[in-house]
């Protein structure tokens, strides 16, 4: 079993309803959004129980989000004030944990953040800046953390978090949600299992249209704690999206509030950060409780939302889907270590250097259209550095080109020395080809922009 | 003519204030019962030559009556039932040992998704019947969004016991959070039968004394309350006295902007910040008896360090004690204090400054230090302890819960600018922690009895808050909780509410006889929220807002002349 930091200690809560910002007025991303929850957990007396501390919210630094994200054509232009705070939130949050001054904590903060993905030039799925990643790797940027897990329970596929960390081996990433085909955004599917180096790290689980909490609670109990014991993370993320409510209206699935509380009992996450839902009345002030509850261990078997009741039988055929649909998940899992041995030797016998992936992604809030190929340098021994050449456009008069060079963490010598000389020679010789070119160097923590229309380099610089 | 009074612990404090004078001031040991202190002190001002010929306009009086009785336990046997809906375990709420959970709900929009079943509603007046109460304090959770279901209950009650004295929690206060409403409320129905009699008693020492002018008591907001309204309200009137002295503060010093308030007496220091001219809340209501509840007082908190903590040297380490074993030295005690050590390190020749002196040598030499340093070492051992605790005040007041993205990118760190010493013991750490932190300080030569001159001039505070749904169309005003039809109006306006919730505190304020100013009032709340049903189709608003006259200082207020 996963040792916690501090066993004893309290949870910590931080609650960030942006009451003063929404993406339009009627958007369901709007102000309302925690407005009963807020009503709820403070009529309840939430932050007066002895097992709780609330927390006041931190702006994220300019690095932590560099470190994860292109932001077209830059952090400050594209975030306002209350993205950063969201994800400053859940920083603040698992600072506090790792440091063992509260034993979990549950960033209840807008606005979501995991469909943002590494290279963003809008708004994807009411997203901007991926509030997980950028907290998981402001963390193991400061803590030596280096294996995390992260496990998504939005209904919608984590598509955002999935891209960040596709390449990422010591990151596993599980994401249950509604079968992409019935719903946002699409994907999500088993077979989208991570890069060639990382694979069997990312799992994807899509679940029928009104599943269950006996389906969702059996694919936990028989495939994600498995998994995650073996996996035998430093810290453990739920990306905590409460639109498996049955009442959601932008979904079709049967959870309960109930199921969500057994479900953070079971997961025991270091921490949860709040994405989805948008039953605001019927679903979110209920959920969120219970998830507050399981967290800190209070007793939530009184727990019921008023209403009509959740659905409480699985159909035979979803729970044979299911059972099926473990088994090869957990051998995709098991096959890690073969499959990216077998992939490296390979390379080695074909004298190949790269693996490339193209990508065509919709940005459905800001109706923008992006080409993205995405380049992995193969390399022997770390996870290898990437590339990333998109073109994006929201009509045929506003084009624009970027590229992008990526070191990870945990990077080679060699690999940090051959991804600088490719930025440098992407800055000299392609700068007529881009409008910006940028260099996310994650081991010295340095992030650096190429304008090639000005033909200048600047560094990012903390905002005092 | 003015009068203040507090009625503390130890000493009963009264001050008579009139154009910018101190007439006189009376400093006593407080007698039990209260009403003889407060006897005392009026007949020793009144009486005094200074108030000769002079027509006494005000009396406020600070009390710890409901304080001790509350403490003590001592208030009436009360019954507490509460409907918490589904959610906390029933466990979680420990208000009382007398406490009956009956079913029943309603959400947060007011709406009853569950009635009150007859069959536990039976057992409810069964056990009353059984345990023979004669107080019941009722709470419903979001009762402050629809007070029907509590009401239900107390209809019941009454019919079935006519002599049942029955306090609903959504007449105690309208805001958010059911557990401190509900102890407020449990609080409240056990001191209101004590408090009468003791405003009787009150109101008979006055009468003997011939004196009809307007009685007011002060609460822990640091406003006063007319005498007869504080009877539905009585545990408003709790730590009234560190209120007193946070007002005796900014009456001795206007301006001071940013501010730390230090009362030191004989065995505590109570800190209090002053931010931007007012003073700081408690964000999260008194607590009373371990227990959080609604009622609004400032910041205040509190450390075991006084003129009167004995001092002693254990291995080699300064112990500045927690406790008091008697007077000072030179004030003809038998122990050392921190008077004597500060009296001996600054030959300051307080009262019998031999012994001090005496003292102290005789401690220096057993510890093999010399005098001074043994000053030295208590003076940074007690500025260290109050610099711990200021810097905490200070921490805590930058991280509180913020809730809208311009609280966040607009909160500052706190830069005090001044301190400011009351109470005796404030001259003896008052310059050596001043110049730990760079600050100047100021100590007014009336900082003795501060608490009573903030009595004598703070003016009456009131708050209001208001809750809108255009969609249940419903309006609540409270306190004392009003739910009201919301008069049809288009497209409600966040101006056309702020004026509903001005002209409700206009209402309250005539009723309490409280004088109304508009520029007084002050909006702490304002939100709106647009209500979305399905994809976008906006249908409807929800609205909060508060609006309070704040604590300051009434009109014949012009400032202390020294």
């Known amino acids: 079993m996963r040792q916690t930091r501090n066993a004893k200690g309290q949870t910590g809560l931080l609650f960030f309803p942006a009451f003063d910002w929404a993406i339009t007025p009627t958007h369901p991303e709007r102000e309302e959004r925690l407005l009963y929850t807020r009503d709820q957990i403070f009529e309840e007396g939430v932050m007066d129980l002895p097992q709780i501390k609330e927390f006041f919210p931190q702006i994220a630094p300019l690095k932590d989000i560099a470190r994860v994200h292109f932001h077209i054509p830059d952090i400050r232009s594209r975030l306002t004030d209350a993205h950063r705070i969201a994800a400053g939130s859940a920083i603040l949050l698992a600072d506090e944990i790792i440091k063992g001054h509260i034993r979990n904590g549950f960033s209840i903060v807008r606005p979501p953040g995991h469909h943002a993905m590494t290279v963003v030039h809008g708004n994807r799925g009411f997203c901007d800046l991926n509030n997980e990643a950028v907290m998981v790797e402001s963390i193991r940027k400061k803590y030596g953390i280096r294996k995390v897990a992260i496990v998504d329970t939005d209904v919608h596929h984590g598509d955002g978090t999935q891209n960040i960390f596709w390449n990422d081996p010591d990151v596993l990433f599980i994401s249950f949600h509604q079968d992409g085909r019935t719903l946002y955004p699409g994907t999500g599917f088993k077979n989208e299992c991570g890069g060639p180096l990382a694979w069997g790290r990312t799992l994807n689980i899509p679940l029928h249209p009104q599943t269950t909490d006996i389906g969702i609670l059996y694919v936990l109990e028989n495939l994600v704690l498995p998994v995650l014991e073996d996996f035998q993370p430093e810290f453990v993320v739920n990306s905590a999206g409460q639109d498996n409510h049955y009442t959601d209206p932008l979904a079709n699935m049967g959870f309960s509030a109930q199921g969500y509380a057994r479900l953070n009992d079971l997961l025991k996450p270091d921490i949860a950060v709040l994405e989805g839902g948008y039953s605001i009345q019927t679903a979110l002030p209920y959920v969120n409780l219970a998830l507050i509850m399981a967290m800190a261990e209070i007793d939530y078997t009184h727990l019921i939302e008023p209403g009509p009741p959740a659905p409480h039988q699985e159909a035979p055929e979803n729970m044979d889907y299911l059972r099926k649909l473990v088994y090869e998940l957990r051998e995709i899992y098991a096959q890690h270590e073969e499959k990216t041995a077998n992939f490296r030797a390979e390379s080695l016998r074909l004298n190949r250097q790269w693996f490339q992936q193209r990508k065509y992604i919709y940005y459905d809030t800001d109706s923008i259209q992006e080409q993205q190929e995405r380049a992995l340098r193969i390399c022997q021994c770390c996870a290898g550095w990437q590339t990333f050449d998109s073109f994006a456009q929201k009509d045929v008069l506003s084009p624009c080109s970027i590229y992008a060079v990526s070191v990870p963490l945990y990077a080679c010598a060699d690999c940090q020395k051959e991804a600088y000389a490719e930025y440098r020679r992407a800055c000299e010789e392609e700068a007529e080809h881009y409008d910006f070119i940028y260099w996310q160097d994650k081991v010295h923590d340095q992030y650096k922009r190429f304008d090639c229309t000005k033909e200048q380099e600047s560094s990012l610089v903390e905002d005092s | ?562």
């Open chain 2, 1 to 562: 003519m003015l009068l203040g009074m507090d009625v503390g612990g130890t000493y009963t404090d009264a001050a008579l204030y009139e154009q910018g004078r101190i007439l006189k001031i009376s400093k006593r040991p407080t007698q039990q019962p209260l009403q003889k202190s407060l006897l005392n002190a009026i007949q020793e001002l009144l009486g005094s030559e200074e108030a000769q010929g002079k027509n006494l306009r005000r009396i406020v009086i600070s009390t710890t009556h409901i304080t001790n009785l509350l403490a003590t336990k001592q208030g009436a046997p009360t019954a507490l039932i509460l409907l918490p809906g589904h959610s906390l375990p029933h466990e979680s709420y420990q208000i009382s040992k007398n406490q009956f959970f009956l079913d029943g709900m309603v959400d947060f929009r007011g709406r009853i998704v569950e009635k009150i079943s007859k069959e536990a509603l039976e057992n409810c007046l069964s056990w009353l019947a059984q345990k023979n109460f004669s107080h019941v304090a009722v709470a419903g959770k979001f009762s402050n969004r629809n007070p029907a279901l509590e009401r239900e209950v107390a209809t019941a009650i009454s019919n079935r016991f006519p002599w049942c004295t029955v306090l609903l929690s959504h007449q105690v206060s309208a805001r958010l959070n059911f557990p401190r409403r509900a102890t407020t409320a449990y609080y409240t129905a056990m001191v209101q039968t004590s408090w009468k009699r003791f405003a009787q008693e009150l109101q008979t020492v006055l009468t003997k004394l011939n004196i009809h002018c307007d009685v007011q008591v002060l609460k822990a907001d640091g406003g006063t309350l007319p005498l007869p309204a504080v009877e539905k309200m009585p545990c408003e009137t709790i730590f009234s006295g560190p209120a007193a002295s946070v007002m005796g503060a900014l009456a001795l010093h206007p301006d001071v902007g940013n501010a730390v308030v230090l009362d030191v007496g004989g065995t505590t220091c109570d800190l209090a910040l002053i931010v931007d001219g007012k003073p700081l809340y408690a964000s999260r209501g008194a607590k009373i008896a371990g227990l959080a509840t609604q009622i609004d007082a400032f910041s205040v908190d509190s450390i075991p360090l006084g003129g009167d903590s004995s001092i002693s040297v254990e291995n080699g380490q300064v112990v500045i004690h927690p406790y008091r074993k008697g007077p000072a030295l030179c004030f003809g005690g038998n122990t050392l204090t921190l008077t004597d050590v500060m009296n001996d390190y600054h030959a300051w020749q307080l009262g019998n400054f031999a012994a001090s002196r005496q003292a102290v040598s005789a401690l220096a030499d057993q510890a093999s230090l010399p005098s001074q340093e043994l000053g030295e070492m208590v003076e940074n051992a007690a500025v260290s302890q109050l610099l711990t605790q200021i810097r905490r005040m200070f921490q805590q007041w930058e991280k509180e819960p913020a809730y809208k993205v311009w609280e966040v990118v607009h909160r500052q760190p706190f830069h005090v600018q001044k301190l400011i010493g009351l109470g005796a013991g404030a001259p003896l750490l008052l310059p050596a922690l001043a110049k730990r932190l760079q600050v100047p300080f100021v100590l007014s030569p009336y900082a003795a009895s501060a608490n009573a001159i903030g009595a004598a001039l703070a003016r009456p505070t009131l708050r209001v808050t208001l809750h809108a749904d255009t969609i249940t169309q419903q309006v609540t005003l409270s306190p004392p909780t009003l739910t009201q039809p919301l008069p049809k109006t288009p497209r409600l306006q966040l101006a056309q509410v702020k004026e509903m919730a001005l002209k409700y505190l206009k209402e309250r304020c005539q009723v309490q006889q409280i004088p109304f100013k508009e520029s007084d009032a002050f909006f702490f709340l304002e939100e709106q929220f647009n209500v979305l049903s399905g994809w976008g189709e906006s249908s409807g608003r929800i609205f909060d807002v508060g609006v309070q006259i704040q604590s300051g200082f009434i009109d014949e207020f012009t400032g202390v002349i020294s």
